[in-house]
């Protein structure tokens, strides 16, 4: 089925890439990053792409990004597999069972696919969909938080170490108490705190948490309150040792420019999914997606904890209905990784992309067309 479906999705969008991403086995290694050519990769509307897929062997989406102590960049990202699962608007079709890391010696270099870093069969507490994670590092360990499903329909999110960048990672027999919804973001500070920014509605179940508890039953999409302030990511200071929180997870407040919440309503500026948090200046930038308006924006503030003003959009629709990313600085440059749908045309299988990102004097960030001219 994955093999019929590259090769329409590749006579569909004239893409070379794709035919690598068909015939491409999983683990074969390096893979350069995809340049133009007399054959380039459009758009179904016939936009020529700002940039190309990372790797073309195997799928990738939610890109977290790192550089560790060695120089080298890590994308820790979720793994897409074509599963059998109709689409729906809780994402029952994005049935990722493991993770594949990504590596990078310089930008536009080789990119490797490393072997299965942690497998859904290895977490004694999950049973399906390892969707989007993150990693940190401390004191000679790495840190892998994953979001999974529980035995009984909820995400919980759990945390596996590893010597190594690319793992494998172990993980804890329990899911971090305390935890749910999705998308776990780490950031640590300069001052050497941690914090975990995490949640996401409709699939993400952050609306069927309100109470503490998880309820099966709860609403589909959001609170159903268009008029009231949305739903909010949450945040909470991890412990020193990195696996439990420090503190009960809070909500993470983003107002408007006039100082008020953002309402359920406003689709175009209201949290979605994909929290993700980096520092520029002092400032402190909470970037997420807006889901189904299909926008990456940011808003900024004075403390890790918020608020958060809203400031503007970073990326503009993809090719593609999901928009995850995360923002790093790497080789004296800022970039923006992200992913759409390039290789496939398919929602459920994705390729991950990057491309530099800039801030303005002023401290606001340049919008970011995924598409060029």
Not at 200 to 228: C, F, H, M, V
Not at 275 to 294: F, I, R, V
Request: net charge negative; proline share 9%.
């Amino acid at each position: 089925m994955a093999q019929r479906r590259c090769n329409l999705a590749w006579l569909a969008l004239a893409a070379t890439t794709a035919l690598a991403a068909c015939s491409g086995a999983p683990g074969n290694g390096a893979q350069q990053q995809a340049a133009p050519n007399a054959a380039e990769p459009r758009a179904p509307d016939g936009r020529r792409y700002l940039s190309q897929p990372l790797v073309t062997e195997i799928y990738t989406a939610d890109p977290s990004a790192h550089v560790w102590g060695d120089g080298k960049l890590y994308v820790y990202g979720s793994h897409d597999i074509d599963g059998d699962a109709q689409e729906d608007d809780l994402g029952g079709h994005f049935e990722m069972r493991d993770y594949r890391i990504l590596s990078m010696d310089k930008p536009g270099g080789p990119v490797t696919v490393h072997p299965v870093a942690l497998d859904v069969d290895d977490v004694p507490w999950a049973e399906k969909q390892m969707w989007a994670p993150d990693a940190a590092y401390k004191d000679g360990t790495y840190y892998l938080y994953f979001p999974a499903k529980d035995r009984q329909g909820a995400f919980r999110i759990g945390v596996a170490t590893s010597k190594s960048p690319v793992g494998p990672f172990k993980p804890n027999p329990q899911p971090i108490k305390g935890s749910f919804s999705i998308d776990p973001a780490v950031f640590t500070d300069d001052d050497g705190a941690s914090y975990m920014y995490f949640g996401g509605i409709w699939g993400g179940q952050l609306q069927r948490n309100t109470t503490g508890t998880y309820d099966a039953n709860g609403s589909k999409t959001d609170l159903e309150q268009p008029t009231q302030p949305a739903l909010a990511p949450k945040i909470a200071r991890l412990a020193p040792g990195m696996t439990e929180f420090a503190e009960t997870p809070r909500d993470v407040q983003i107002l408007d420019p006039q100082g008020k919440p953002i309402l359920g309503g406003d689709t175009d500026r209201r949290f979605f999914e994909a929290a993700w948090m980096h520092k520029y200046n002092g400032q402190y930038y909470l970037s997420y997606s807006t889901g189904d308006t299909h926008y990456l924006v940011y808003a900024t503030g004075t403390s890790p904890y918020g608020p958060f003003t809203y400031r503007g959009r970073i990326l503009e629709p993809v090719n593609g209905w999901t928009s995850h990313h995360s923002i790093a600085q790497w080789d004296g440059k800022w970039w923006l990784f992200y992913h759409d749908v390039q290789l496939s045309g398919q929602t459920r299988l994705r390729n991950v992309k990057m491309t530099p990102l800039t801030h303005n004097p002023d401290g606001t960030i340049q919008t970011i067309d995924p598409f060029v001219p």
